[in-house]
């Protein structure tokens, strides 16, 4: 046990640096202008580097050993999707949603993601009829859709808040998020009691759930009051010229409120991974991470986390600044 605890620090302060200097670089490229004139929808337009360019790379990279264990855990039951078109799925919806916010009008956007989701269902059917396979049809369909939405989509929300919002808020919701899985792990371990849910994930207790929610509230008032005393709070709002900030103060008390919520949320993130895993009767989704197991194992909570996030900053701005 101790030898695993020390494997996960080792592991955690290796992807939290990594993670620190690729949100720092992204950060910075927000002011670097390349002067190329208009370009129809290029993010920027062409006269800006597209803001958060590095965080959709650093996702697509990440969707290269999260489709490959994804794959592996539906073909225990029976899928037989191959590992490039899961990637090409995922990818393709990851790319979609990076693109949304920056199309000419709303509806040009979900258009695109209607169409995304209508394509990777036919060429999904059309697999199985190249292996000269009837069978397996519907099979292969839900596990290209799941790739899409559950791989691509979900976690791509952090793209969008990425437009809305400096890269650093993104941090904000991840270490939102992990410190529950953490304050859940410590608190499991010295206190828990109780099962929480044993039919999918028999360690994981109530009294880990609430040590978790408390570490996530503590966290997210932290870092919304060193935020206000920056000055760094807000949101992004673009038209015709330069994009402006509009800067806010996040209220603290309403913070501890959602940060306990954005934890809640990590751990049903987690929880679905788990019952992922128990379906195709495996602990862990892979063995890529030291100490934890899969890529999947790691991010799990952040893939429900990114949608309901941006489902919670956008409720704040509307809240805190309706005018903008």
């Known amino acids: 046990m101790a030898n695993m605890l020390i494997q996960r620090i080792i592991s955690s302060s290796l992807m939290i640096t990594t993670l620190l200097i690729i949100i720092a670089v992204d950060d910075a490229l927000d002011d670097v202008r390349l002067g190329l004139g208009t370009i129809p929808w290029l993010p920027g337009e062409g006269e800006r580097i597209p803001r958060g360019i590095l965080m959709l790379l650093l996702l697509l990279a990440a969707l290269i050993p999260l489709t490959r ?6 073909s225990a039951r029976g899928s037989r ?13 990851a790319t979609c949603l990076y693109t949304l916010p920056h199309g000419p009008d709303g509806s040009s956007g979900s258009t695109a993601l209607a169409g995304l989701l209508a ?8 697999q199985p009829l190249r292996r ?12 290209a859709l799941l790739c899409a939405v559950y791989l691509g989509l979900m976690p791509g929300f952090f793209l969008v808040i990425r437009w809305w919002h400096p890269a650093w808020t993104v941090v904000a919701i991840i270490l ?11 608190t499991g371990r ?17 009294e880990g759930l609430l040590g978790g929610l408390i570490l996530s509230s503590v966290v997210a ?7 206000n ?8 709002i673009t038209g015709q010229g330069e994009p402006v900030f509009i800067p806010y103060d996040y209220p603290l008390l309403y913070v501890a409120a959602l940060g306990a919520f954005l934890g809640l949320v990590g751990q049903f993130g987690d929880l679905i991974a788990s019952l992922f895993k128990r379906d195709a009767a495996l602990k862990d989704s892979g063995g890529t991470v030291p100490g934890f197991g899969g890529v999947l194992d790691v991010l799990d909570s952040l893939l429900l986390a990114a949608p309901v996030g941006y489902a919670l900053l956008r409720f704040t701005a509307w809240w805190l600044a309706p005018d903008a």
């Open 176 to 186: 939102i998020t992990k410190a529950s899985d953490i304050g859940a792990y410590f």
């Open 221 to 227: 008032v932290a870092i919304a009051a060193a935020s």
């Open 190 to 206: 010295w206190l828990g009691r109780t099962p929480l849910i044993p039919l999918i994930s028999p360690k994981k207790t109530v």
């Open 81 to 93: 999707l191959s590992w490039g078109f899961g990637y090409l799925s995922a990818a393709a919806g």
């Open 119 to 126: 394509a990777v269902l036919f060429l999904s059917v059309v």
């Open 132 to 143: 000269g396979e009837r069978e397996g049809a519907i099979m292969s369909a839900a596990a």
């Open 69 to 74: 264990e994804m794959v592996r855990m539906m």
């Open 229 to 236: 005393a920056g000055h760094h709070s807000g949101h992004w």
